[in-house]
């Protein structure tokens, strides 16, 4: 059983650059979503893709920020121009069918931005 | 735009129940309570959650009060292992799905 994964786990780059993150959701599973957690803080929605389809986004999601799954199966998380307050753990999570919402958290890649 | 608030830490002996509490005063009539927990670098991990009847599981139990303002989450039996920072949670609806707000948590520590 494997669960929700997301890559790299850690990721250290300098400001200015672009950083793309990929999350791999529970296989079954067609709906998934990314937050963002800072330090000491609770995570927070950044946005939901139902299959490939991107139906929310927060407006927390600054214009640097794209998120994509394309045949709605893996997805992508890019942000443009890095930014030292870009820095926390980007959490992903996926939740199945209809009925069943509870959403499982992926370990989550931590972005450190210098 | 949090719903939920907690204390901010908390201690338990092992093999003593561990009670945490939260009040979500603003909760609609539709919106359940969840309930995670987070354990250091990690993702969050699903424990239990419910809208208005009190629920148990294998790993907790929760009492939501009949005004539905706050609820408490019970680990019966705390172990070393469930040292964490425990999130309550309510789930609000959106575009198809529901999505989590979550609160700053309880940070949870299990003392031998």
């Known amino acids: 059983d494997t669960g929700v994964s997301q890559n790299p786990r850690h990721k250290i780059t300098k400001r200015g650059q672009n950083v793309t993150f990929r999350c791999d959701p529970i296989?079954?599973?067609?709906?998934l979503y990314w937050y963002r957690q800072t330090l000491g803080q609770g995570p927070e929605f950044l946005t939901y893709?139902?299959?490939?389809?991107?139906?929310?986004k927060s407006r927390l999601l600054s214009d640097r920020f794209s998120a994509e799954r394309p045949k709605g199966s893996f997805s992508t998380l890019e942000i443009q121009r890095t930014e030292q307050g870009d820095s926390a753990m980007y959490l992903c999570?996926?939740?199945?069918?209809?009925?069943?919402?509870?959403?499982?958290f992926g370990p989550g890649t931590r972005l450190t931005v210098t | 735009d949090a719903k939920t608030t907690q204390p901010t830490s908390m201690d338990c002996a092992e093999g003593r129940a561990a009670n945490l509490p939260c009040n979500h005063s603003?909760?609609?009539?539709?919106?359940?309570v969840y309930w995670y927990r987070q354990i250091h670098s990690q993702g969050p991990q699903y424990i239990i959650h419910?809208?208005?009847n009190n629920e148990t599981n294998e790993m907790a139990s929760l009492i939501i009060t009949e005004d539905r303002k706050s609820s408490t989450l019970i680990l019966p039996h705390a172990t070393l292992r469930d040292t964490a920072v425990y999130y309550c949670?309510?789930?609000?609806?959106?575009?198809?799905?529901?999505?989590?707000?979550f609160g700053t948590g309880t940070r949870l520590k299990v003392l031998a």
């Open positions: 296989s079954e599973h067609n709906r």
């Open positions: 419910g809208l208005k």
């Open positions: 999570a996926s939740s199945g069918i209809a009925g069943a919402y509870e959403q499982y």
């Open positions: 893709f139902q299959n490939e389809a991107q139906l929310e």
């Open positions: 603003t909760i609609s009539g539709n919106e359940y």
């Open positions: 949670i309510v789930r609000v609806a959106t575009s198809g799905t529901y999505k989590y707000i």
